[in-house]
């Protein structure tokens, strides 16, 4: 009976990883969209982001879809993530970009409205 199951096992893992590939394959890349906007937080491959992403590209793109469909265009200035306020740090909630908490006294804010869960951040 346990070799059954080995068996199983090893065909359901297979199938899995043939099924991860062809999703995998299946994403076409169209060119670049450029008049598209961009979706932030987006998810390519395993990962959420909240901002344009370098990856292997030359420049930084964003996904133009909440999951990435191969929609997709370079960031302009004006595309990446911008500051939301209020946003919550620690036990406070700032209106404005601080410098609490950044060792280089430089001014920073969240790209959520909660720091303390998502963690993503830029300078201002
Ligand atoms: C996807 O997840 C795996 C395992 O959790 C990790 O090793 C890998 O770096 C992740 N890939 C991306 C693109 O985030
Ligand atoms: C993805 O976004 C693009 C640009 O906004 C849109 O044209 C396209 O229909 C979307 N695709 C899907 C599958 O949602």
């Known amino acids: ?8 096992l090893a065909w359901v893992c297979l199938l899995h990883s043939a099924v991860a590939l062809l999703e995998e394959e299946t994403i076409t890349h169209f060119p670049e ?8 937080p ?3 491959k395993n990962g959420t982001h909240y901002d344009c992403i370098k990856g292997k590209a030359k420049h930084k793109w ?11 265009k370079y960031c302009a200035r004006e595309d990446f993530a911008s500051c939301v306020f209020p946003f919550w740090y620690r036990r406070l909630i700032y209106w404005e970009c601080t410098d ?3 060792a ?3 001014k920073w804010c969240s790209l959520t409205q909660n720091f303390n869960k998502d963690r993503v951040w830029k300078y201002c």
């Open 62 to 72: 964003c996904s133009l879809n909440e999951t990435y469909k191969g929609y997709w």
């Open 42 to 44: 987006f998810y390519y």
């Open 100 to 102: 609490d908490g950044n």
């Open 33 to 40: 969209i450029r008049d598209g906007e961009c979706v932030f």
């Open 104 to 106: 280089f006294g430089r």
């Open 1 to 8: 009976m346990a070799w059954h199951w080995g068996l199983l």
